[in-house]
C-alpha cells in the first residue's frame, strides 16, 4: 500500500486551500464562498493536472461528517487508487481489493477529512477580485491571488515560475464552482490544477471492509 497511499496523500495535499483571512471585501467574499461548503452536507472535488507524462485526474467525494472517497487515476498506474475515509478509519485500493491503511497514511487522510469537513477553514494568501467570467458556460465570480516562490540564490537553480491562484464562486448559491492553478502571465499554456467543485444531493460513501466499530 505504500507507494499508492503516498499518491492519494499527495494528491491531497495539492487541494489545499489559499483563501485570505483579511477584512478586504474580496478576500471576505471568498472566504464566506467556503464558509458556506463547509456546512454543505456533501460536495465533490474534481480536478485534473497535466504533465510532460499525462494527466493526473482527481475526484473527491465528502459527505458529511467525515467521509471521503478519493480516485487518483495518473500516467503509468495500472489502476486508479482509490482512498475512502470514515472517521478515523480509512482503506486503499489500486484494483486488487481494498486493505486498511497503514498508521501513517491513515493519519494524513483522516487529518485532510477533518480541515474539509469539521475544522474551520486554515485561510492564506490575499485575493483581488476579478469580476464576472466563465465556467463551463456559465456565469461565474473570479478572485485571484498569487503565490511567488522565494527568489533564487546566485548560483542555484532558478526560481520556480510564479503561480496564480483563482477561486471561481457560484453567484447565485455563494459556493465556490471552481479552483484553478496556473502560471502567472501564461495565457494560453494549460493550468497546473484544473478543479471544479459540484454539489450533489445523492452521495454515499460506505465502508470498503467491515463497518467502523
Not at 28 to 41: D, I, L, N, S, T
Not at 114 to 134: D, N, R, S, W, Y
Not at 163 to 186: F, H, K, W
Amino acid at each position: 500500500m505504500g507507494k499508492r497511499a503516498t499518491l492519494a496523500v499527495t494528491a491531497l495535499a495539492f487541494l489545499a486551500p489559499t483563501v485570505a483571512l483579511a477584512a478586504d471585501d474580496c478576500n471576505e467574499a471568498v472566504v464566506q464562498a467556503f464558509g458556506k461548503q463547509h456546512a454543505a452536507k456533501a460536495f465533490r472535488f474534481a480536478a485534473a493536472m497535466p504533465s510532460e507524462g499525462g494527466v493526473t485526474r482527481m475526484t473527491i467525494d465528502y459527505v458529511r461528517p467525515d467521509r471521503m472517497h478519493q480516485k487518483v487515476e495518473a500516467p503509468g498506474q495500472p489502476a486508479p487508487v482509490e482512498t475512502i475515509a470514515i472517521g478515523r478509519w480509512a482503506w486503499g485500493t489500486q484494483g486488487g481489493g481494498w486493505e486498511e491503511l497503514q498508521p501513517q497514511f491513515a493519519q494524513s487522510v483522516v487529518s485532510h477529512v477533518h480541515e474539509a469537513l469539521i475544522a474551520p477553514p486554515k485561510l492564506t494568501g490575499t485575493f483581488a477580485c476579478q469580476g464576472k467570467t466563465t465556467l463551463d458556460g456559465a456565469e461565474v465570480l473570479a478572485y485571484r491571488t498569487v503565490a511567488r516562490a522565494g527568489a533564487a540564490a546566485e548560483g542555484s537553480a532558478p526560481a520556480e515560475p510564479e503561480l496564480t491562484r483563482t477561486i471561481l464562486v457560484d453567484p447565485a448559491s455563494g459556493l465556490p464552482v471552481g479552483n484553478i492553478v496556473a502560471e502567472s502571465g501564461a495565457e494560453g499554456k494549460p493550468a497546473v490544477f484544473d478543479g471544479r467543485y459540484s454539489y450533489p444531493n445523492d452521495l454515499v460513501i460506505e465502508a470498503p471492509i467491515g463497518a467502523p466499530k
